[in-house]
């Protein structure tokens, strides 16, 4: 009974609420060690969601209603719903360039590069691994509530441990480090399970092909090689 506006703000500082406790509890270990307690904190989300009355178990929330955004722009119509998500899409895109190219941001990147050289330059690193944790928690309560309002349901696929995977092949495909390499990336993922979709090959060998050769083969991604093209070519004519 709230507006989508409402809503999707109080899906953003949900999953911020929740990202405050997951990071709090992850950032106390480093490399495999976080990723395992991040990864164990999210199944047990997810069994709570499987039990839980209100989010109707396996069945999920089914039809999810569109609203009026604001109270007079009808999202029923798919004019004003393609522009509402560009809209989002694009805030998004510069709160994220925004905070990449921000004092903090740069923090961020030294954090990343020599942790143990932004300690000694007497940088709370906790702090800002939690502030980004967060950040990343809420950007993805976001997205969370645009798929809902955008496909009207929402299922236990949308936080088990597979969406996660996908997103991290959507980046590592389009090239971690970079700003639109996750966008690159997931237009093209989803681009291929459409077109996958349709014929009997599937979906989750080629996505796990992809997977692996990123990793071994691609670490840079499109957009990374891209970047690497160019710098040689400046580089060495």
Same mark, same amino acid.
């Given at each position: 009974?709230?507006? +989508?506006?409402?809503?999707?703000?109080?899906?953003?500082?949900?999953?911020?609420?929740?990202?405050?406790?997951?990071?709090?509890?992850?950032?106390?270990?480093?490399?495999?060690?976080?990723?395992?307690?991040?990864?164990?904190?999210?199944?047990?989300?997810? *069994?709570?969601?499987?039990?839980?009355?209100?989010?109707?178990?396996?069945?999920?929330?089914?039809?999810? +209603?569109?609203?009026?955004?604001?109270?007079?722009?009808?999202? =029923?119509?798919?004019?004003?719903?393609?522009?509402?998500?560009?809209?989002?899409?694009? &805030?998004?895109?510069?709160?994220?360039?925004?905070?990449?190219?921000? +004092? *903090?941001?740069?923090?961020?990147?030294?954090? #990343?590069?020599?942790? =143990?050289?932004?300690?000694?330059?007497?940088? !709370?690193? =906790?702090?800002?691994?939690?502030?980004?944790?967060?950040? !990343?928690?809420?950007?993805?309560?976001?997205?969370?509530?645009?798929?809902?309002?955008?496909?009207?349901?929402?299922?236990?696929?949308?936080? /088990?441990?597979?969406?996660?995977?996908?997103?991290?092949?959507?980046?590592?495909?389009?090239?971690?480090?970079?700003?639109?390499?996750? &966008?690159?990336?997931?237009?093209?993922?989803?681009?291929?399970?459409?077109?996958?979709?349709?014929?009997?090959? +599937?979906?989750?060998?080629?996505?796990?092909?992809?997977?692996?050769?990123?990793?071994?083969?691609? #670490? #840079?991604?499109?957009? /990374?090689?891209?970047?690497? !093209?160019?710098?040689?070519?400046?580089?060495?004519?």
């Amino acid at each position: 009974g709230v507006t +989508p506006e409402i809503g999707i703000l109080l899906g953003v500082l949900a999953a911020a609420v929740l990202g405050l406790v997951i990071g709090y509890l992850a950032i106390r270990r480093q490399g495999i060690y976080s990723t395992m307690i991040t990864l164990a904190l999210a199944q047990m989300f997810f *069994f709570f969601c499987l039990q839980a009355a209100f989010t109707h178990g396996e069945d999920g929330l089914q039809g999810v +209603p569109r609203g009026y955004l604001f109270g007079f722009i009808d999202l =029923n119509q798919p004019m004003n719903m393609y522009y509402f998500v560009l809209a989002v899409f694009v &805030i998004g895109v510069f709160a994220i360039w925004r905070i990449i190219n921000s +004092p *903090f941001g740069m923090i961020l990147k030294s954090v #990343r590069e020599n942790e =143990n050289r932004a300690v000694s330059l007497g940088y !709370s690193v =906790n702090h800002y691994k939690l502030a980004a944790f967060v950040m !990343s928690a809420a950007l993805a309560g976001l997205a969370g509530g645009m798929k809902a309002l955008v496909f009207q349901f929402a299922t236990l696929t949308d936080v /088990g441990w597979q969406m996660s995977g996908e997103v991290i092949l959507m980046t590592l495909l389009g090239g971690i480090g970079t700003l639109i390499g996750p &966008i690159v990336g997931a237009a093209f993922v989803v681009a291929l399970q459409n077109y996958l979709a349709t014929s009997d090959f +599937p979906v989750t060998i080629v996505t796990g092909v992809i997977f692996m050769a990123c990793v071994l083969l691609f #670490r #840079r991604g499109i957009v /990374g090689e891209f970047y690497a !093209s160019r710098l040689g070519k400046k580089l060495f004519g």
